[in-house]
Structure formats: C-alpha cells, structure tokens
T-cell receptor, first 113, second 113 residues
Framework: DAKTTQPPSMDCAEGRAANLPCNHS???????VYWYRQIHSQGPQYIIH???NNETNEMASLIITEDRKSSTLILPHATLRDTAVYYC??????????????FGSGTRLQVQP | GAVVSQHPSRVICKSGTSVKIECRSL??????MFWYRQFPKQSLMLMAT?????????EQGVEKDKFLINHASLTLSTLTVTSAHPEDSSFYIC?????????FGQGTRLTVV
C-alpha cells in the first residue's frame, strides 16, 4: 500500500468546513484512497473512499486531485462531535479482506466552539 | 451497515490472570478478522490476523503464546491475553472487512493492576 502523509493536527471552528489534506504521491493506478476517523476511546469509523472521481456521502466529501497524488477530506459543517483523529489510507482494490489496514499517525482535528 | 461488536468494552484484571475479548461480526460473515493494539497517543498497531478454521498469523514481536486467538466460526474471533501484566494494559480493537470497507469494534480498554 502506498505511503500517506498528513499534518499531525488541525483546528476548525464549529460550523465551518474542515478540510483535511493527505499526500499520497506514490499511489498506484489500482489503489483507492480511504478515510477513517477515530473518536477518543472508540474504534475507527469508516468515512468515505474513492479512486479518482470526487465522492460525497452523508458524512463528508472526498476530493482527489487529477494526478491522484493528493486528496482532501471535507467535513462541510464541522461539529464538536467531529473532533477525532482522521486517517487517510491508500489501499489496493479489489480488497479480498485478508490484509489488515495499516494506520499512520493521522491528523488530530480539534473542532473549537 | 455492517457492524462489528466487541465485548467487553472495559476490563480490569489482576496481574497473572487471563482475559478474553470477543469480536463478533453481527450481519456478515468474516473469514478473516484482525486484532490491533493501541497505546495512549499512538496509532493502531496490528497484532495478528485471525483466520477462521486455521491458526492466526502474528506480527513480528507479538507473542503467540501470550495472545491466544481463536476464530472458531465465521462470525466470532476471540483474543485471550494470558498471564496479563501491567505492560499489557492497552486498548484492543478488532476489525473485519465487509463488502467494501473495514469495520471496527468499539474497542476494549484493558487495565492490568
């Protein structure tokens, strides 16, 4: 799986958009970008994933650059409950489920009231 | 969506005793489950891969005789921490892959006193 680089921490004001960047310059053509988050003392939670097109679901939007070397997770209206560590993971597809996800350090997002 | 349930969420045990943690996939079958350990302010570290009907695969540095894994059915994997010591105190998390993404248990906070 390709290596990812994320800023260690970010702050965001409540109600504003949180934009979390991820660099994955060595990503291969068959690798997806996945985002998970971990709220304190809980297991990680899946947010969104994509290959090359931008994706949106009820939780977030994922913007992937045209060269696929970086991406941005967008939480459109951050709330205090979005305070968590956000992990960007690059993963080959199809994934048979027989290999574990590898977690880097992630970005600690602090949403401020 | 698919759910992975982990039990107990919190356990305190005395040094030298054993503790069993259960991980269940509630609405899907998982031939492979994963066990992670997370120390304070650190990321998730894979301990072992649990395979239904066969022996678990342990990561380097993880003692298989200390961390016993049993994956007796397609929906249940158990991790037993044997002869627990204070240094085994940690947050243990299990995971299994659904159709498109990995799901994680709520985690088990183990404190050995």
């Amino acid at each position: 799986d390709a290596k990812t680089t994320q800023p260690p921490s970010m702050d965001c004001a409540e109600g504003r958009a949180a934009n979390l960047p991820c660099n994955h310059s060595t990503i291969s053509g068959n690798e997806y970008v996945y985002w998970y988050r971990q709220i304190h003392s809980q297991g990680p939670q899946y947010i969104i994933h994509g290959l090359k097109n931008n994706e949106t679901n009820e939780m977030a939007s994922l913007i992937i650059t045209e060269d696929r070397k970086s991406s941005t997770l967008i939480l459109p209206h951050a709330t205090l409950r979005d305070t968590a560590v956000y992990y960007c993971i690059v993963r080959v597809s199809p994934d048979t489920g027989r290999r574990a996800l590898t977690f880097g350090s992630g970005t600690r997002l602090q949403v401020q009231p | 969506g698919a759910v992975v349930s982990q039990h107990p969420s919190r356990v305190i045990c005395k040094s030298g005793t054993s503790v069993k943690i259960e991980c269940r996939s509630l609405d899907f079958q998982a031939t492979t489950m994963f066990w992670y350990r997370q120390f304070p302010k650190q990321s998730l570290m894979l301990m072992a891969t649990s395979n239904e009907g066969s022996k678990a695969t342990y990561e380097q540095g993880v003692e298989k005789d200390k961390f016993l894994i049993n994956h007796a059915s397609l929906t249940l994997s158990t991790l037993t921490v044997t002869s627990a010591h204070p240094e085994d105190s940690s947050f243990y998390i299990c995971s299994a892959k659904g159709l498109t993404e990995a799901f994680f248990g709520q985690g088990t906070r183990l404190t050995v006193v």
